[in-house]
């Protein structure tokens, strides 16, 4: 069975604190995402990956960095969270080549004080 | 860059009920996936639909590209079906890997 896993389901940091979102897949996929949802604004793409230590901006990707050391982790890094990344946090997965659907991890819902 | 709707934004439905959700894009897409998401948040893949009509229990998917739509179908909705449904289109990236963009929602809720 196919399993994108997220350290955290709920999270809650002060504002300035360096925050790490881990995520997690057993499928060997070379692709991982992450997102925010937002009410109103649906899902947006924060950053992606498409194979080790390659990365690449999504659509809002500011106050955000992203690390891929090993090819099943991906992590999103608040350098210095604030107020306006209080959001839920979905991470994905999927094979590099070929038309295959994309899996989503359960979420992690942030809340910055 | 890429327009995704979904309507209606908001259905609320009586146990028992069936629906039609749709999902318009406005630029050619190499694919289409539909999700659930639960109520904890969670999003589940219900199709993956390039085209033609797909079908699985209570639910199904038809989707015309060369007309930039996707209808998704639940048939005798059950209280477990509420939450928001997306679609979400595939775009060309860079470097071989394509961009998943999502559409705005629909927000389901079911009564007994």
């Known amino acids: 069975d196919v399993k994108v896993t997220q350290s955290s389901r709920y999270l809650v940091k002060r504002t300035g604190e360096k925050v790490f979102l881990e995520c997690v897949q057993d499928?060997?996929?070379?692709?991982m995402f992450w997102y925010r949802q937002d009410p109103g604004l649906g899902l947006r793409l924060i950053y992606f990956?498409?194979?080790?230590?390659?990365?690449e901006k999504g659509d809002i990707p500011e106050g955000y960095s992203v690390s891929r050391e090993k090819k099943e982790r991906f992590s999103l890094i608040l350098e210095s969270a604030s107020t306006n990344q209080t959001s839920m946090y979905l991470c994905?997965?999927?094979?590099?080549?070929?038309?295959?659907?994309?899996?989503f991890g359960q979420g992690t819902r942030l809340t910055v004080v | 860059g890429i327009q995704v709707e979904q309507s209606p934004p908001d259905l609320i439905l009586q146990e028992g009920a069936n629906s039609t959700l749709r999902c318009n894009f406005s630029?050619?897409?190499?694919?289409l996936q539909w999700f659930h998401q639960n109520p904890w948040g969670q999003l589940i893949n219900l199709f993956y639909?390039?085209?033609g009509t797909k079908q699985n229990g209570r639910l199904s998917a038809t989707t015309v590209a060369t007309e930039r739509y996707s209808l998704l179908y639940i048939s005798s909705s059950q209280t477990t079906d509420s939450g928001v449904y997306f679609c979400?289109?595939?775009?060309?990236?860079?470097?071989?890997?394509?961009?998943?963009?999502f559409g705005t929602g629909t927000r389901l809720q079911v009564f007994p």
């Open positions: 994905a997965s999927r094979i590099l080549r070929g038309r295959t659907e994309a899996f």
């Open positions: 499928m060997d996929h070379e692709n």
């Open positions: 990956s498409y194979d080790v230590k390659m990365k």
């Open positions: 630029d050619s897409v190499n694919n």
């Open positions: 639909i390039p085209s």
């Open positions: 979400a289109v595939e775009i060309d990236g860079v470097y071989n890997t394509d961009k998943l963009i």
